[in-house]
């Protein structure tokens, strides 16, 4: 004889309730959203840190009328160069000279005619090239450790060649701080914002279907159905949904995270990066080499979402039932 096969027991009916396929969709444009929050989280966090740690290790020093010979050096005792030969050296190679001495400092770096022409070209165009205004000589800088006393160092940069400017770029530091700052407060209170809206859409979903099967609620409730019963029953129903919608959520958000991680790449990468259109090759190699703290949130929104569908359907199941007779 053929096996007749019994569908599983749905005593209140919740299968043809309204609402019941609606829920996942809406649960999984939450999960869409909190997933774009949490990578946009980790993304402010981790440019920020860079951003941070690129400028507060850079200075930027200006030296006018480079070729210009430097003022004669000081008596013996001195940390310039000796007063022989002092004609012959110009305000740019006493200032790198003095910044090759000086403790706290890594690198000490003059940018060509080129580099200059660059920076200018944003601004005067292709032009910047046949200027006939005298340029300073731009030198960077990169500091170690706790890096050089600033205050100091410009005082003695400011004797070997008068008018040289030290920018340090703190007032830079700490904007991108702030700037960093917000943006994580500001996805982290998108996903909060998520996080409610899931909770009330699952109550307002759980309360519709209390509304459809409340005749039967009442019935069984009257027949010695304790509520525990009756809302498990209907937050087992609501945690499928949530979980469904959480993992259909994730899939669909995971391609966009791992776009937008490969293309903020350049930015955080302390090595030069493409910034030509990413490959395929460049997205796998983005998802292998994602935060250790977005590979575990991801992963954990359709969890997240069960959880929260469950304790949101309690709470309004419970709620309801102490209005009951």
Known sequence: MARVRTPRLDALGL??????????LIVAAMAFLAALALAGAQGAADLGRHWQQGA????????????????????????????????????????????????????????????????????????????A????AVIAVTTAGEGPDLAALAA??????PGTLTESHGQWVRRLALLAGSLRACALAALALVTGVAAAVIVVATRAA????????????GLGASDGYVAGRFAGRASQAAALGGVAGLLAALPVVVVLATLAAPFVSAVPVDTGMPTAGDLLHTLLRLPPALLWSLPALPLSAAAIGYVAAQGAVRAWLRHLP
Request: aromatic share 0%; charged share 25%; net charge neutral.
């Open 15 to 24: 299968r043809h309730v309204p609402g019941e396929r609606i829920l996942p």
């Open 133 to 136: 205004l005298p340029l300073p």
């Open 156 to 161: 003695r940069l400011d004797a070997a060649a």
């Open 210 to 221: 209390l509304a459809s099967r409340r005749e039967v609620v009442e019935t069984l409730h």
């Open 56 to 131: 507060a290790a850079t200075l930027t020093i200006q030296v006018p009328r480079p070729g210009a010979p430097a003022p004669a050096a000081e008596p013996a005792g001195s940390a310039s160069p000796g007063a022989e030969g002092a004609a012959a050296v110009t305000r740019r190679d006493r200032v790198l000279a003095l910044l090759r001495e000086a403790e706290g400092i890594a690198t000490v770096r003059p940018l060509g005619d080129a580099e200059l022409s660059d920076l200018l070209r944003p601004w005067l165009g292709a032009s910047a090239e046949q200027l």
